[in-house]
């Protein structure tokens, strides 16, 4: 499928790439001026390519420094059996314990880069060559639309598409890397037709287990979406689990023994009592602030499907989004599922949103969408700040090559 960059002037994209080597994020910046052109694109995948490369695991609270560990040890850990070993130790975890290996990427990853480094930051690089990747070729399908505007409301919505798994996720790779590869799959299997990218959404179950769920999902909504009748019941499923998200632990605890054996470790271990004890604990206002987001996406999508159900019956991506929505408010109890699943259907709502509602008043109204995100904003810069280089915001492409060398 062709796609339909937005228009870009020679000179725009000279200054485009020149910035990029003399100041990357101001190149960064400089790329949402037209962020549907295809230059505008290339700077961000460049600029999450220079993160990748800072990319400092310093902070002992967070997964990318046992990443870390993982990568330095590696020769040791896997020396006798190598790739074959890690491979038969996988298959062979038969029970699926949480706390235990469940996947191979990360220990396939970490075994070949150490094997011709012993530079965290190249493994760090990797990871967001990938990452980074996937997330500016999924963004492609919303900003290449007709209907986006690049105005305040649609960089808005551009902002929710990216912080809805944002380059700083290469410090938890294995479930968030997986979000934009499927993602990225289902804009090629359900928009474009093109069913050997099914090949591609399978492979995110060998990144994170929890992708297993994802997949019978996708499988699922497309069958339904073939299915008139159960489309149209699909609004009243969606109603249905936003009120019972209110009670959710109490549904999940009644309905917890039918659930894969994946889910139900999840289960126990989010909703065991010193757990349940400790978001008890948590501040009334921080509950409500982290909350906000989740409740805008369940809008925007009430509004679509209140003004477009009829038109959209027929669209995938819109049953998908239903069914991943509702499937995730009914689980939001558990963050392992509940919460992260829902972050992973804000660019399907995003890209129906552009699709089918900027010529409506609502939209107008989603320029203040970023007043909303205050609260995750701020934890986002106090993990950001605890891992990045801060020399990746203020100087050139050279300095920062140079700086991490070694």
């Keep these: 499928m062709q796609i ?67 990568f330095y040890n590696a020769q040791t850990q896997y020396s006798r059996d190598g790739v074959q070993g890690i491979i038969e130790g996988w298959q062979e975890d038969e029970e699926l314990d949480y706390e235990t290996e469940k996947d191979i990427f990360v220990p396939i990853t970490s075994y070949y ?7 965290v930051h190249i493994l760090f690089l990797f990871y967001a060559a990938l990452f980074g990747g996937f997330m500016v070729l999924s963004l492609r399908y919303v900003v290449t639309l007709p209907t986006f505007k690049n105005d305040l409301a649609g960089l808005a ?66 069958l339904i979406s073939h299915i008139k009748i159960l489309v149209k019941c699909l609004p009243v499923l969606f109603l249905v689990s936003f009120f019972v998200s209110s009670f959710a632990a109490e549904f999940i605890n009644s309905f917890e023994s039918y659930f894969p054996p994946v ?11 010193h757990y349940a004890a400790e978001r008890a604990n948590r501040a009334m206002y921080a509950q409500v602030l982290n909350s906000l987001p989740r409740i805008l996406w369940n809008i925007m999508m009430f509004l679509i499907i209140a003004n477009h159900h009829r038109q959209l019956s027929g669209n995938k ?5 239903i069914i ?21 259907c804000v660019p399907f709502v995003v890209y129906l949103w552009v ?33 990045c280089d801060p020399f990746l915001y203020l100087t050139n492409s050279i300095h920062l090559i140079v700086n991490n060398l070694v």
């Design 4 to 70: 339909d960059y937005k228009y870009s002037s020679l000179e725009e994209d000279k200054i485009k790439l020149i910035l990029s080597f003399l100041y990357p994020f101001g190149a960064y910046i400089y790329a949402f001026k037209n962020i549907g052109s295809k230059t505008s694109l290339i700077v961000l995948y460049i600029f999450y390519l220079f993160y990748g490369w800072t990319f400092t695991p310093r902070n002992q609270d967070l997964d990318s420094y046992r990443y870390a560990e993982r």
């Design 113 to 119: 880069l150490s094997k011709v480094t012993d530079n």
């Design 157 to 222: 919505l551009v902002f929710m598409f990216l912080f809805s798994n944002p380059i700083f996720n290469i410090n938890g790779i294995r479930f968030w890397l997986a979000g934009w590869i499927a993602t990225y799959a289902v804009f090629k299997i359900f928009k474009e037709k093109n069913y050997w990218y099914l090949l591609l959404l399978f492979s995110t179950y060998l990144i994170h287990v929890a992708y297993s769920i994802y997949i019978v999902l996708a499988l699922l909504a497309f």
């Design 263 to 273: 889910v139900q470790n999840m289960v126990e271990s989010y909703l065991d009592e």
């Design 317 to 321: 991506i819109y049953v998908l989004a």
């Design 324 to 344: 991943l929505l509702s499937f995730s408010n009914f689980m939001i109890a558990v963050p392992s599922v509940g919460v992260r699943f829902t972050q992973l």
């Design 355 to 387: 699709q089918t509602m900027t010529e409506t008043k609502w939209h107008s109204y989603i320029k203040y969408v970023p007043i909303l995100y205050a609260y995750k904003i701020l934890y986002w810069y106090r993990y950001t700040a605890s891992t």
